[in-house]
Protein backbone atom coordinates (compact mmCIF):
# COMPACT_ATOMS: atom_id res chain seq x y z
CA UNK A 1 0.00 0.00 0.00
CA UNK A 2 1.57 3.27 -1.02
CA UNK A 3 1.47 6.21 1.38
CA UNK A 4 -0.63 9.15 0.88
CA UNK A 5 0.39 12.41 0.35
CA UNK A 6 -0.67 14.30 3.55
CA UNK A 7 -0.25 18.43 4.85
CA UNK A 8 -1.86 18.87 8.17
CA UNK A 9 -3.20 22.27 9.22
CA UNK A 10 -2.47 22.03 13.18
CA UNK A 11 -1.86 24.29 16.39
CA UNK A 12 0.41 23.64 18.41
CA UNK A 13 -1.24 22.21 21.45
CA UNK A 14 -4.83 21.28 21.03
CA UNK A 15 -6.37 18.25 21.61
CA UNK A 16 -7.79 17.79 18.06
CA UNK A 17 -4.52 18.65 16.86
CA UNK A 18 -3.45 16.13 18.62
CA UNK A 19 -5.17 13.59 17.56
CA UNK A 20 -4.80 14.08 14.40
CA UNK A 21 -1.06 13.55 15.03
CA UNK A 22 -1.67 10.15 16.82
CA UNK A 23 -3.34 9.03 14.16
CA UNK A 24 -0.87 9.79 11.54
CA UNK A 25 1.93 8.16 14.01
CA UNK A 26 0.09 5.29 14.47
CA UNK A 27 0.06 4.43 10.99
CA UNK A 28 3.78 5.56 10.28
CA UNK A 29 2.35 8.21 7.59
CA UNK A 30 4.52 10.64 6.85
CA UNK A 31 3.06 14.54 6.55
CA UNK A 32 3.82 18.04 6.32
CA UNK A 33 2.43 20.00 9.62
CA UNK A 34 1.44 23.40 9.05
CA UNK A 35 1.68 25.16 12.58
CA UNK A 36 -1.23 27.78 12.13
CA UNK A 37 -0.45 29.10 15.24
CA UNK A 38 3.35 29.90 14.97
CA UNK A 39 2.86 31.30 11.24
CA UNK A 40 -0.43 33.12 10.75
CA UNK A 41 0.59 32.74 6.51
CA UNK A 42 -0.61 29.11 7.33
CA UNK A 43 -4.17 29.75 9.18
CA UNK A 44 -4.95 32.57 5.93
CA UNK A 45 -3.66 29.43 3.47
CA UNK A 46 -5.39 26.78 5.13
CA UNK A 47 -8.25 29.17 5.51
CA UNK A 48 -8.07 29.52 1.29
CA UNK A 49 -8.05 26.01 0.83
CA UNK A 50 -10.69 24.74 2.72
CA UNK A 51 -12.96 27.53 2.47
CA UNK A 52 -13.51 28.02 6.78
CA UNK A 53 -11.63 29.07 10.06
CA UNK A 54 -11.59 26.37 11.86
CA UNK A 55 -8.81 23.45 12.07
CA UNK A 56 -7.81 20.67 12.28
CA UNK A 57 -7.98 20.38 8.06
CA UNK A 58 -5.62 17.69 6.58
CA UNK A 59 -5.51 17.43 3.08
CA UNK A 60 -5.04 13.71 1.88
CA UNK A 61 -3.87 13.17 -1.90
CA UNK A 62 -5.72 16.00 -2.64
CA UNK A 63 -8.63 15.86 -0.81
CA UNK A 64 -9.56 18.74 1.80
CA UNK A 65 -10.92 17.24 4.98
CA UNK A 66 -11.78 20.35 7.18
CA UNK A 67 -12.39 20.91 10.57
CA UNK A 68 -11.67 17.29 11.31
CA UNK A 69 -10.66 14.85 14.48
CA UNK A 70 -8.40 12.00 14.82
CA UNK A 71 -10.71 9.98 14.95
CA UNK A 72 -12.90 11.01 11.78
CA UNK A 73 -9.46 10.81 10.02
CA UNK A 74 -8.70 7.40 10.89
CA UNK A 75 -12.80 6.82 9.75
CA UNK A 76 -12.00 8.04 6.09
CA UNK A 77 -9.07 7.24 5.40
CA UNK A 78 -10.00 3.55 6.37
CA UNK A 79 -13.32 3.94 3.93
CA UNK A 80 -10.80 5.29 1.53
CA UNK A 81 -8.81 1.91 1.51
CA UNK A 82 -5.56 4.50 2.38
CA UNK A 83 -4.51 2.69 5.73
CA UNK A 84 -5.56 -0.93 7.16
CA UNK A 85 -6.51 -1.59 10.51
CA UNK A 86 -3.13 -2.60 12.44
CA UNK A 87 -3.14 -3.37 16.48
CA UNK A 88 -1.17 -0.22 17.45
CA UNK A 89 -2.77 1.77 19.61
CA UNK A 90 -2.51 5.61 20.34
CA UNK A 91 -1.62 7.44 23.73
CA UNK A 92 -4.18 10.43 23.56
CA UNK A 93 -7.53 10.69 22.95
CA UNK A 94 -8.32 10.99 19.60
CA UNK A 95 -11.97 13.31 19.51
CA UNK A 96 -10.98 15.74 22.56
CA UNK A 97 -11.16 19.26 22.80
CA UNK A 98 -8.52 21.80 23.26
CA UNK A 99 -8.55 22.83 27.35
CA UNK A 100 -8.99 25.84 28.49
CA UNK A 101 -5.06 26.07 29.54
CA UNK A 102 -4.53 25.23 25.87
CA UNK A 103 -6.69 28.27 24.77
CA UNK A 104 -4.98 30.46 26.91
CA UNK A 105 -1.89 29.78 25.72
CA UNK A 106 -2.67 30.18 21.88
CA UNK A 107 -4.39 33.27 22.96
CA UNK A 108 -1.31 34.60 24.73
CA UNK A 109 0.71 33.32 21.78
CA UNK A 110 -1.45 34.76 19.04
CA UNK A 111 -1.12 38.37 20.64
CA UNK A 112 2.99 37.97 19.85
Not at 21 to 41: M, Q
Not at 55 to 65: A, F, R
Request: hydrophobic share 35%; charged share 25%.
Amino acid sequence: MSKPTITAYLKTQCGWSNGVRAVLAKYDLPYEEKDIIKNPAFRWEMEQRSGQPLSPCVEVNGTMLADISGEELEQWMLSQSLVGNTDKTTNVPLNAACTDEEHAAMAVRMKL
